[in-house]
């Protein structure tokens, strides 16, 4: 149980092009789930936290206009990256949660890459 | 505001030996939870291991178990047996809750574990 998928796993656009990552809980009803960045060899940087039905929380110097997230429903959540650059490409994973143990179930990531 | 700090960026043990790897935390929390996860080079995170701050008995999953000292603010989890595939990225985590309906999570620096054969 408790699996999490993210789509697409690869994906190279041009820059200027807007990119749409989504991430599903399939086996369970996530109340919340993170988008989070990592670049290589680091740890994960949380971008925003999202429920469902209710906008997105962002971090600090996380520009909202640029990473939209949308969380419509108990299962699925999208991060758009808009007008994408070449410093946007990196490795972006998503998380979910259904339980107040927080316990946070990770999607397989998705790498970007920005020409 | 909550760290978590990881001092061993790298970390290697022989196949088949025991390793320990550490990590602290900074709270003034009383009630938060603990995690362990792995990342193996196909970047997927795992979940290894949790904890309640509530329990005092130290969290077991098969090979894998922590060292939670509350007072101390440590959480050091203590791999058995190491095999081959136990070679991954560990990070530790620490997450409290936020009013009715948030959590906040913090992640270390991670902890790179090579499994010598």
């Known amino acids: 149980g408790a699996v999490v998928s993210q789509h697409p796993s690869w994906v190279i656009c041009k820059s200027g092009t807007s990119v749409k990552i989504e991430c599903r809980s399939l086996d369970f009803q996530a109340t919340t789930m993170f988008w989070y960045r990592q670049f290589p060899k680091q740890s994960l940087m949380l971008m925003a936290t999202s429920n469902e039905g209710s906008k997105a929380t962002y971090e600090q110097g996380v520009e909202k206009d640029k990473f939209l997230i949308n969380h419509a429903s108990l299962t699925l959540s999208t991060l758009t990256v808009t007008s994408a650059h070449p410093e946007d490409s990196s490795f972006y994973i998503c998380s979910a949660t259904s339980d107040k143990k927080g316990t946070q179930y990770f999607g397989p990531g998705t790498r970007l890459l920005v020409l | 505001a909550q760290t978590v700090t990881q001092s061993q960026p790298e970390m290697s043990v022989q196949e088949a030996e025991t390793v320990t790897l550490s990590c602290t935390y900074d709270t003034s929390e009383n009630n938060y939870y603990l995690f362990w996860y792995k990342q193996p080079p196909s970047r997927q995170m795992i979940l290894v291991i949790r904890?309640?701050?509530?329990?005092?008995q130290n969290a077991t999953e098969n090979r894998f178990s922590v060292n939670f000292q509350k007072a101390a603010k440590s959480f050091s989890l203590k791999i058995s047996d190491s095999q081959l595939g136990d070679t991954a990225m560990y990070f530790c985590?620490?997450?409290?809750?936020?009013?009715?309906?948030?959590?906040?999570?913090?992640f270390g620096t991670g902890t790179s574990l090579t499994v010598i054969p």
């Open positions: 985590a620490f997450m409290k809750h936020v009013g009715n309906t948030g959590n906040q999570f913090y």
């Open positions: 904890q309640e701050a509530y329990k005092q």
